[in-house]
């Protein structure tokens, strides 16, 4: 009791100084230990020791893995009873190339394949041995495992397993057209005398395959825990039960809903036939994977009833009353893109333009350069179709420079950025004098007008720089200190903006 109850401490520290970024979010929900699997496939570090403590953090105290377990070329000697604890898994299982002898997912239940390996199989066991040596797989000790919801099995090249492909998995796999690719693998032995007729994962008694399908009777619909006609499973359970109700499935086929399978979890609105209204449900629940939770974990967000790593295309992360959730954008969604700071991508052109569409803020800078309007023969990008310009009207924020020093002759505006409010000046464009840096700048673009920035309203840092337009007005008519001035930096130097050489006053006036 007192090792489970450390263990459990020890999965919720884990849970709590992993990061997300290295897919170690684990949750705590009704007593279940989540955590999230991997999806390298066979890519993994060379360093196998840094692989296996990764995989031992992420998987120690774990109930259900959010996604896929992928073991691979971890030599034998390592010990992997850290996955014993483990009851379900929503992606596939990928175990190859490893040389120890035994798998010990024992009280695993149900491969739900809701993504699967070279996308068909669910469980791929393949080539688990030492070429040069005698080590390798003997045991696939997965020997509760009774169903897998999508997906085939392929087990091939394991030298040393010859138990498991004699296991009945037509049995195991729903979908009877699954792939079941079983060849190569080691001598077939025979099960214990326990068994029966019945296949076995392993020699001993206590491993013998348990049939849940194929041994029902035509009444049921699903699973069964005897033959005849009353050991039907309920039909929300996954992977058979040990009696007829929701409260007896060994999975649930949909949701869990503290402890009932259910089609769905409580909704958050009900209909009240009293009032004909749909009312707030109190004991409405959200859906986290296949559990009902009253509350979302901390790093998902609420859309609707569901708990979701990211809110819809069509939806804004909003947080109300300490609960993070997705409401429908007025408007256009806000969408955040990255700018022309690097190498290669010096300039807007005709090959990255389109990277910009619905953006309503750019991350980091943009420049037009010669080589993006005009084109780049050397590096074969065409000229820009002034009519793809128009993509920018969505644009409300750029976080560092935009920079204009070339423009399409047949526009006299910069009015494509008529909904640009803010210029952050993160950082700042100092090619055009030493000292004080700009982060906004238009030069010598003789097309040009009048610039058309009617929204924005102000340029957190840096200075302004409109020089050798020739035709450019109304410039003069714009209150620049305003734009300055309701900055983090109130107290703006004279050089900070700089407007000259441009169409003269006296000629804008006539």
Request: aromatic share 6%.
């Amino acid at each position: 009791m007192r090792m489970t109850t450390l263990t459990r401490k020890v999965q919720q520290v884990l849970c709590v100084l992993l990061p997300c970024a290295l897919q170690l979010c684990c949750a705590q929900t009704q007593g279940v230990v989540i955590c999230t699997g991997t999806h390298n496939g066979l890519s993994m570090t060379k360093d196998s020791d840094i692989q296996y403590n990764l995989m031992k953090k992420i998987y120690s105290g774990c109930n259900i893995v959010m996604g896929n377990i992928e073991v691979n070329m971890m030599e034998h000697t390592r010990d992997f009873s850290f996955l014993q604890s483990i009851k379900e898994v929503t992606g596939y299982i990928l175990f190859a190339l490893n040389e120890f002898s035994r798998l010990p997912l024992d009280n695993l239940r149900v491969i739900r394949g809701n993504t699967l390996y070279d996308d068909r199989y669910a469980l791929a066991v393949m080539i688990n041995y030492k070429k040069d040596g005698q080590h390798g797989l003997q045991e696939l000790g997965l020997t509760n495992l009774t169903e897998i919801l999508e997906g085939g099995v392929k087990i091939i090249q394991n030298k040393y397993l010859s138990y498991a492909p004699q296991v009945n998995w037509l049995d195991i796999v729903k979908d009877s057209s699954a792939d079941i690719t079983i060849e190569g693998n080691g001598p077939e032995k025979p099960c214990n005398e326990a068994c029966g007729d019945v296949p076995c994962w392993g020699p001993g008694s206590n491993s013998c395959q348990t049939l849940t399908k194929t041994v029902c009777a035509p009444q049921c619909n699903g699973r069964c825990f005897g033959k005849n006609p009353s050991e039907c499973c309920h039909i929300e359970c996954a992977g058979g039960c040990k009696g007829p109700l929701d409260t007896d499935c060994f999975a649930c086929k949909n949701f869990n809903n503290s402890g009932s399978c259910v089609p769905q979890c409580p909704q958050t609105l009900i209909y009240n036939k009293h009032t004909f209204k749909m009312e707030r449900n109190p004991n409405a629940k959200y859906q986290y994977g296949s559990i009902c939770v009253a509350q979302c974990p901390t790093n998902f967000v609420v859309d609707d009833s569901s708990c979701v790593s990211n809110c819809p295309a069509d939806k804004m992360e909003v947080e109300k009353n300490g609960v993070k959730r997705c409401e429908p954008c007025r408007g256009l969604c806000p969408k955040v893109c990255e700018g022309t700071r690097s190498q290669a991508r010096q300039s807007v052109d005709a090959h990255n333009i389109d990277s910009f569409i619905n953006c309503t803020k750019i991350q980091g800078s943009l420049h037009f350069l010669g080589i993006g309007i005009e084109g780049d023969e050397y590096n074969k990008i065409p000229a820009l179709d002034p009519e793809k310009l128009k993509i920018f009207s969505t644009v409300q924020e750029i976080t560092d420079i935009l920079s204009i020093q070339s423009w399409p002759k047949n526009l006299s505006d910069l009015s494509v950025f008529s909904n640009l409010q803010t210029i952050q000046g993160r950082t700042l464009y100092k090619g055009v004098r030493s000292g004080r840096g700009f982060s906004f700048l238009v030069m010598r673009i003789n097309s040009l007008t009048s610039l058309g920035l009617r929204s924005l309203q102000r340029i957190n840092d840096g200075g302004i720089y409109i020089t050798g337009n020739k035709k450019l007005c109304y410039h003069n008519t714009v209150n620049w200190s305003r734009i300055l001035s309701t900055s983090s930096r109130p107290q703006r130097r004279p050089k900070d903006l700089i407007i000259k050489d441009n169409r003269p006053r006296e000629e804008c006036g006539e």
